[in-house]
């Protein structure tokens, strides 16, 4: 079995800053892309940025410039650093990972829980 556990959700003030962090655990052989995913509510799940096992990474547009995600490959954990928060990134946070679990041939697609971000005064 494998587990993607995201933490660091909360409150913040607009201007301000959070960093998430989801840890993958489990039966691990090893973790190719990790990504962060937002839904607001009422609206589609959209990406936030991806970081490959080779640590190329891809944002999107509503977020570039503001936040950065990064990954510990030794402890399959990917962050997301968020700065300059805006209203609109109000949203629940899920991260996401390809993950070939041991004595498996294959990857597959696993999701964390979500984590709650509301920007506001």
């Known amino acids: 079995q494998v587990q993607l556990v995201e933490s660091g959700g909360g409150l913040v003030q607009p201007g301000g800053s959070l960093r998430l962090s989801c840890a993958a655990s489990?039966?691990?052989?090893?973790?190719?892309?990790m990504d962060w995913y937002r839904q607001a509510p009422g609206k589609q799940r959209e990406l936030v940025a991806s970081?490959?096992?080779?640590?190329?990474?891809n944002y999107g547009d509503s977020v570039k410039g503001r936040f950065t995600i990064s990954r510990d490959n030794a402890k399959n954990t990917v962050y997301l650093q968020m700065s300059s928060l805006k209203p609109e990134d109000t949203a629940v946070y899920y991260c996401?990972?390809?993950?070939?679990?041991?004595?498996?041939?294959?990857?597959?697609?696993?999701w964390g829980q979500g984590t709650q971000v509301t920007v506001s005064s």
């Open positions: 996401n990972a390809d993950i070939i679990m041991r004595g498996a041939n294959v990857p597959w697609t696993y």
């Open positions: 970081i490959g096992d080779s640590g190329i990474t």
């Open positions: 489990g039966s691990i052989y090893r973790v190719y892309n």
